[in-house]
């Protein structure tokens, strides 16, 4: 059984960088498309970035299009969400969600189409 694990959220000002991280755990996670989620308080959960498991192809909603870069490093398990240039309205809590049922140039963007998630960390950015 894949297990995922979020950390590095905390909380910046404006115009600060962080960096998340997803670890996995039980399965090796090249076999996995992985994506990032956030939610924000009274919101619905969105997807901010993909990547393929070969990390070939990423994906990125256009709200951090410019801004956040994802990467993975299938050798120590790890898929990284690097967010630059942030802003308050990137305040949420932030999941990463793993799936094996993709083809290589494929990472889904919808929260129903990954089976495994991490319990999420929260990135607050505010001055």
């Known amino acids: 059984q894949l297990q995922l694990v979020e950390s590095g959220g905390g909380l910046v000002q404006p115009g600060g960088s962080l960096r998340v991280s997803c670890a996995a755990s039980?399965?090796?996670?090249?076999?996995?498309?992985v994506g990032w989620f956030r939610q924000a308080p009274g919101k619905e959960r969105e997807g901010v970035s993909c990547?393929?498991?070969?990390?070939?192809?990423?994906n990125y909603a256009d709200s951090v299009k410019g801004r956040f870069t994802i990467s993975r490093d299938n050798a120590n398990n790890t898929v990284y969400l690097q967010m630059n240039s942030l802003k308050p309205e990137d305040t949420a809590v932030y999941y990463c969600?793993?799936?094996?049922?993709?083809?290589?140039?494929?990472?889904?963007?919808?929260?129903?189409?990954?089976?495994?998630w991490g319990q999420g960390t929260q990135v607050t950015v505010s001055s």
């Open positions: 039980g399965r090796a996670l090249d076999n996995y498309a």
């Open positions: 969600a793993a799936d094996p049922r993709y083809l290589n140039n494929f990472c889904p963007k919808s929260s129903w189409q990954y089976d495994y």
């Open positions: 990547i393929t498991s070969s990390g070939g192809t990423t």
